[in-house]
């Protein structure tokens, strides 16, 4: 079964724009606006996937999770990581292992997108900065994707951090094929494993 999205539609992409610009004068409005459009589209999403378990899901992360120096293609899988564990994707390749899932890791926005379109992943579990959240959705409209924004910017690209425990919620829930959690708000507090991190670009 397919998924639909209303992002599908030029109409409420436009919609969502204008919403935007009208809320940006007001502090942090606009970041609250994108965390309900988010919560909205895990409901949407969590639907979806009570229809059948999850079986191969395209993470989308921030860059810093990898550890420098480190080689290895996990566009292509993370079994390599689970030897490593000298970063948190060993974590995250231990969280996919134990839920019977697949894992392919993209961590820049434009590569992220065309793996989604050729490959066609049950589903995208993304954490990223609220802008980039609301590209991922007009960008690959008909993959299911779970979002969560990251947690404690200070600033764009400062002392953000990334949350296993939410990570490993999505993971486990959609591969049962029950439902998910709707996510954090807009200024959720970390819990479990929480790594440094920045936003994909």
Not at 37 to 51: D, G, P, T, Y
Not at 67 to 92: I, R, W, Y
């Amino acid at each position: 079964m397919s998924f639909r999205s209303p992002w599908r539609h030029r109409w409420y992409v436009l919609a969502v724009n204008t919403a935007r610009r009208m809320l940006r004068p007001f502090g942090r409005s606009e970041e609250a606006f994108i965390a309900w459009l988010a919560r909205r589209q895990n409901r949407r999403v969590s639907r979806h996937l009570a229809q059948a378990p999850v079986r191969r899901a395209l993470l989308i992360m921030p860059r810093c999770v990898k550890k420098t120096g480190c080689h290895v293609d996990v566009q292509h899988g993370l079994d390599e990581c689970l030897a490593c564990m000298g970063c948190p994707l060993g974590d995250v390749a231990q969280v996919c292992r134990r839920h019977d899932v697949e894992a392919l890791v993209a961590f820049r926005s434009h590569i992220a997108f065309e793996m989604a379109r050729t490959l066609k992943p049950d589903v995208i579990i993304a954490s990223a900065c609220h802008d980039r959240m609301v590209k991922a959705l007009r960008s690959v409209p008909e993959v299911p994707a779970l979002l969560a924004p990251l947690a404690g910017m200070e600033r764009m690209c400062v002392n953000a951090t990334l949350d296993m425990a939410w990570l490993e919620q999505q993971v486990a829930a959609a591969a049962a094929g029950r439902p998910v959690s709707d996510g954090p708000d807009a200024s959720p507090l970390p819990i479990g494993n929480v790594f440094p991190a920045v936003p994909a670009p």
